[in-house]
């Protein structure tokens, strides 16, 4: 009958424990529960503190306040024993036990005569130690121990699972934090497109709540398409140009999902910058033709007054002052030409006309029109024919090398300096490269000079020419072949940059 009762009672016990998810809740029934299967006056539970290897009172039902201040390390008094072998022990009379410290039972006001102490263990891990405290009717037994262990096995489970459901709900409440503070749109979805998860800013940008991702972008072209989207890690944008302009820009990542891979879409809304650089582009291209006109009535009147003055005895003053005139406007000219055509290829038509090109012609061609730049800075030329045939687009790649040699001779030595310009169609790429042995750039700089209008200061290279599109454009080129534009310098030794383009992105 007793065993039956028993029974009966573990039953109950893990109908009550699989009932808990809140851990503190838990470890209270826990306690409550544990006194009742063996019959005991109190019990304890002591859960191990993986950071230290210590075991401590989390709860102490009937033991007083003071318990749950006291740690026990592996070894340590009975607890500690028996958490250190995971071997439960019956200590009928703790009086005779050397292991036992009254210091529990003189802050708690509790007396203790006998313990049952059990491990907690859930696969192996061990979880804590729970001890049922002086039974009632006579001393614990065998009986108890086999009682008290399934009892362990119960409380493991349900204290796995609550600390389970506690770590979930907490990284929730992070996600979901993370995800409401975002000025950023995101949306979770699944492999399938299925729309799992959207903050409020997406929900914003987007319209409201959407079952699945081609709703949620329906109206807008997006590029790449939505099932290239659900299929890879990329950058994306979103364009809708009616009734209103509306630009989104952002990156898709790969999100692993127990039904598979989803995808994470983190964006913004880019429309005002989108404006901006529209804005930007008309302006300049308008300044850029609008100063056409007027540098070329600047520089042909400079020349047929230049042609007259060296013709009869024109005093030097005059002379020098119509020379400045024409240089300066030359030099102007050749800068609102760069400037047009970066425009040009800022442009969201531009594209590469993707010809065969002789790159032995398209380097000599480039060199022929810098002639008076490279002999003015004494500057000696090393480029070793190829004999090859590139596939790209000729006139930015002309443009391209023009561009990196005046790089090479405004920020190489002062005179006589060595240029090395290379070509190059290894593997599965072709690649264009110029080295100086200039002052080299500071590390901060190297990845800026890339961008349109940056400029290396004045008191670094000594000088400031130009406009600081050169490496811009040289980007913009290699982005419209497919490629990419590199950049390797050390200070004091030199720089070297390169533009590199697939074969097969010319085909």
């Known amino acids: 009958m007793k065993e039956a009762r028993r029974l009966e009672l573990l039953l109950e016990v893990g109908r009550v424990?699989?009932?808990?998810?809140?851990?503190?809740?838990?470890?209270?029934?826990?306690?409550?529960?544990?006194?009742?299967?063996?019959?005991?006056?109190?019990?304890?539970?002591?859960?191990?503190?993986?950071?230290?290897?210590e075991l401590y009172f989390?709860?102490?039902?009937?033991?007083?306040?003071?318990?749950?201040?006291?740690?026990?390390?592996?070894g340590q008094g009975i607890a500690g024993t028996v958490a250190q072998s995971r071997t439960p022990e019956i200590i009928n009379n703790v009086a005779d036990e050397p292991r036992w410290s009254p210091q529990t039972d003189a802050k708690s006001g509790f007396t203790t005569r006998s313990i049952l102490a059990v491990p907690i263990v859930f696969k192996g891990k061990l979880i804590g130690v729970v001890e049922a405290l002086n039974k009632r009717s006579g001393p614990f037994d065998r009986d108890d121990i086999l009682a008290f262990e399934a009892f362990a096995s119960q409380a493991s489970v349900a204290i796995d699972n609550a600390r389970l459901f506690t770590s979930l709900r907490d990284e929730k409440f992070k996600l979901a934090t993370i995800f409401s503070q975002m000025h950023d749109g995101a949306v979770l979805t699944n492999p399938q497109g299925q729309i799992v998860l959207a903050n409020e800013a997406a929900k914003l940008l987007l319209g409201g709540d959407?079952?699945?991702?081609?709703?949620?972008?329906?109206?807008?072209?997006?590029?790449?398409?939505?099932?290239?989207?659900?299929?890879?890690?990329?950058?994306?944008?979103?364009?809708r140009t009616a009734p209103t302009l509306l630009v989104i820009t952002g990156h898709v990542t790969k999100a692993p999902l127990f039904e598979g891979d989803g995808r994470l879409f983190v964006f913004r809304d880019d429309t005002e910058n989108q404006r901006q650089e529209q804005m930007k582009r008309t302006f300049l291209s308008l300044i850029s033709h609008k100063l056409k006109t007027p540098l070329a009535s600047v520089i042909g009147f400079s020349d047929v007054l230049l042609a007259e003055?060296?013709?009869?005895?024109?005093?030097?003053s005059t002379l020098l002052a119509a020379r400045t005139i024409n240089k300066q406007g030359v030099k102007v000219a050749e800068l609102v030409d760069k400037l047009i055509r970066y425009t040009t290829l800022e442009s969201p038509d531009a594209a590469a006309n993707v010809v065969d090109i002789d790159i032995d012609a398209v380097v000599s061609d480039a060199v022929k029109a810098l002639r008076d730049r490279i002999a003015e800075k004494q500057a000696q030329l090393d480029y070793q024919m190829v004999g090859l045939t590139f596939r790209a687009d000729r006139d930015m790649i002309l443009e391209v090398v023009k561009n990196l040699v005046e790089n090479a001779l405004k920020f190489g030595p002062a005179e006589h300096g060595a240029i090395v310009i290379r070509a190059d169609a290894a593997d599965a790429s072709f690649s264009v490269s110029v080295t100086d042995h200039g002052p080299?750039?500071?590390?901060?700089?190297?990845?800026?000079?890339?961008?349109?209008?940056?400029?290396?200061?004045?008191?670094?290279?000594?000088?400031?020419?130009?406009?600081?599109?050169?490496?811009?454009y040289v980007r913009k080129v290699a982005e419209l072949h497919g490629g990419k534009s590199e950049l390797s310098s050390t200070l004091g030794k030199g720089t070297t940059v390169s533009i590199r383009w697939p074969r097969a992105s010319s085909k």
Do not use: W
């Not at 029934?29 to 006056?41: M, Y």
């Not at 003055?309 to 030097?316: P, Y």
């Open 210 to 239: 959407h079952p699945n991702l081609d709703h949620a972008l329906a109206g807008l072209t997006v590029i790449p398409a939505v099932n290239v989207l659900l299929k890879t890690s990329c950058d994306f944008t979103a364009m």
């Open 309 to 316: 003055f060296e013709s009869k005895s024109t005093n030097e």
């Open 58 to 74: 989390d709860v102490a039902l009937g033991l007083g306040p003071e318990a749950s201040k006291m740690r026990l390390k592996l």
């Open 17 to 53: 424990l699989a009932s808990k998810l809140e851990l503190p809740e838990l470890l209270a029934t826990v306690l409550k529960l544990a006194s009742g299967v063996v019959d005991a006056e109190a019990a304890s539970l002591l859960l191990l503190d993986p950071a230290t290897d």
């Open 440 to 472: 080299g750039l500071p590390p901060e700089s190297q990845q800026a000079v890339f961008s349109r209008f940056y400029q290396i200061e004045k008191d670094f290279t000594g000088q400031q020419e130009g406009l600081g599109l050169g490496l811009a």
